[in-house]
Structures are given as C-alpha cells and as structure tokens.
C-alpha cells in the first residue's frame, strides 16, 4: 500500500548521534512516502508541498527546508522520479529548499534519464544526515565525513 504522512519537525523532537537531547526545527518539514512511488503518488506529494507553499505565501507557515522521505518507498519508478523533479522548482519560487532522503544507494535500477534527474536534488542517505545538514549548513560530503568519524573539512 502506498501512502504519505506529512510532520513537520516541530511537531516532534528529531535525534540524532549528533544531537543526542533531540532538538525541534520549526523551519523544517519532512514529507514521508511509502510503498510504491509512481506517477500518482508523486503527484499527491507534489500536491501536499504546494498546499504548503500556499501556506508560506500567505504567511501563515514559515518553513525555509522541505525534505522528501523515501525511505518507506518499496519501488521508485522513472514516471514517479519525472513527476518528483518539479518539487525544488516549484519551492524554489518562495525560497524554500526541497532535499531529498532515503534515496541514497536505491536508484540503481533506475534509467540513466531519471537517475540524472535525481541528481539535480541534494539528497541524503537518511532524515538524521538531512538534519545534520539543516542544523550545520555542511554539505553531502561533510555529513558522510562526520558521520564516519573524520570531521568536516574546511
């Protein structure tokens, strides 16, 4: 079954080894896909984004950061990585930041096409990388570095 669950990570403490006391990031946003993502599904969070980019514009949200995760995803598919790529665009327009976790590593099977859509969108291996991010402002390669123990360059 495939599905979506919208949580914004004020509405609970997100932890990490890094954070270890869990901390609230009201400017960030996580939408949680799971099952199979098509076409479809990827329309319906395409559909949650913009109901909260209507939300920024009115000024009723004030969220810099959306990350997208796929983590639950059984199947990720080109028509649903087609669908998916319009997401930064569109948020890009208020200013918001989409990423996306829990990808790393599972577009192999992918064609070549929509791979290469993907890597247009920063993405991280899981929700804790994309908050270490967040809450450090390093990039991909400095949450890989600081998670296997080295540090971040500077």
């Not at 004020?10 to 896909?33: C, K, M, N, Q």
């Not at 969220?63 to 990720?76: C, E, F, G, W």
């Not at 790529?85 to 829990?102: D, K, M, N, Q």
């Amino acid at each position: 079954m495939s599905g979506i669950a919208v949580k914004a990570s004020s509405d609970r403490p997100v932890t990490s080894a890094f954070d270890p006391e869990g901390s609230t990031h009201p400017r960030l946003w996580f939408i949680y896909v799971a099952g199979r993502l098509d076409a479809g599904l990827a329309v319906r969070v395409l559909r949650l984004l913009d109901a909260q980019l209507e939300l920024i514009q009115a000024g009723l949200a004030d969220k810099t950061h959306v990350v997208i995760d796929l983590a639950a995803t059984t199947t990720i598919d080109a028509g649903g990585v087609a669908t998916l790529r319009h997401a930064p665009f569109e948020a890009a327009r208020l200013g918001v930041t989409v990423w996306l976790s829990g990808v790393t590593g599972r577009t192999d099977r992918l064609p070549t096409r929509s791979r290469s859509m993907l890597d247009r969108i920063r993405m991280f291996p899981d929700e804790e990388a994309a908050v270490l991010a967040y809450t450090t402002g390093a990039t991909t390669a400095d949450v890989a570095g600081r998670r296997a123990g080295r540090g971040v360059a500077t």
